[in-house]
């Protein structure tokens, strides 16, 4: 299996389960080993009471991103710590994308950059994630076959 491959059915048999990704509407655009690009569109439900999108809905965008971004590796991945900081506001109505990159990978451990852009391409939001892996997998497969992302 190609590492490809590999994040692609990763990201299958995550989405599968990931009820609260697919309940706010995003959408998986992009998968490939340690990367991941999601995105959602402002509801009026996302939205708090200065009708922009609610900071939360935008950090749970982000931190799904950096989930199918550490999980591509089909080892259970979970996050350690998480820190956003918000830029511009989203707005009613605009596609917002996450996109996910691991900046490094060193045994059980990672750390993932997830940028958040508006649909004009400005910058919403920046979040660092650590990661850390645990037992188990996505999908059923030889242990002896995994690498390691490193």
């Known amino acids: ?16 389960g990931d009820a609260a990704s697919q309940q706010m509407g995003m959408r998986i655009e992009e998968i490939a080993p340690g990367r991941a690009v999601l995105s959602m ?6 939205l708090n009471g200065h009708k922009i999108c609610h900071g939360g809905f935008i950090f749970t965008l982000a931190d799904s991103a950096f989930a ?6 089909n080892r259970l991945t979970v996050a350690q710590e ?13 596609r917002l994308t ?7 990978l ?5 750390v993932y950059d997830v940028t958040v852009t508006g649909g004009d391409g400005r910058k919403v939001a920046l ?3 650590l990661s850390r892996t645990v037992k188990g997998q996505l999908f059923p497969e030889d242990e002896s076959t995994l690498q390691d992302g490193a």
């Open 127 to 129: 979040m660092r994630g």
């Open 41 to 46: 569109e402002v509801q009026p439900h996302h």
């Open 1 to 16: 299996m190609t590492p490809q491959e590999r994040a692609t059915r990763a990201a299958e048999a995550m989405w599968a």
């Open 82 to 94: 998480n820190q956003i900081t918000f830029l511009a506001p989203g707005q009613p109505g605009e």
């Open 68 to 73: 199918f971004a550490c999980n591509s590796y």
């Open 98 to 104: 996450a996109t996910a990159q691991e900046q490094a």
């Open 106 to 110: 060193t045994g059980r451990s990672g």
